[in-house]
């Protein structure tokens, strides 16, 4: 953009934490708040243009995430794809410190809406009760996934 920075307000990140307000830039960080409650893992080293996750205070956001393993989509359809892309969040999250029932919320793309009972089907076993907040839409995926799931965990929540 030219030396111009183009920011984007992580506004929720800033209502879960009171008045504070973070801003994602293609430059540098940008806060009001101590750096040291900002913290980018896993960079996607030059592939893609985004963290893989952010934490921010208690808060750690996790950017989409494909059944897939080394890189290649695991075979054996919806039902394979929803268990390792779950696999793949577990593990993103305990770089953390976190666990599964950490998350409160996700966000489910489907390429194919039909897939939605089969992939509640493994979803409801690997996300106990209370379950996160959830929202699920069809979308045409990257690299002919048949899922993606991102999600929001919390250090302070407690099921």
Known sequence: MHGLFRRTSL???ALMLGACS????DG????????ANVEFMDPSNGR????RSVRVGPTVYLSG?????????VDGGIEAQTHQAIDNISTALARHGLTLSSVVR???FLANIDDFDAMNGVYTTRFGPPRPARTTVAA??????LIE???????DHTP
Do not use: E, H, K, N
Not at 22 to 25: E, K, N, R, S
Not at 67 to 72: A, I, K, T
Not at 140 to 145: E, L, N, Q, T
């Open 140 to 145: 045409d995926i990257v690299a002919g996934a």
């Open 48 to 51: 893609a243009p985004y963290s």
């Open 22 to 25: 973070v801003q994602v830039t």
């Open 106 to 108: 996700c966000g489910v």
């Open 28 to 35: 540098p960080v940008m806060t009001d708040m101590d750096a």
């Open 149 to 155: 799931i991102d999600c929001i965990a919390a250090f």
């Open 11 to 13: 506004s929720v990140a």
């Open 65 to 73: 995430v494909l059944g897939s393993r080394d890189g290649v989509l």
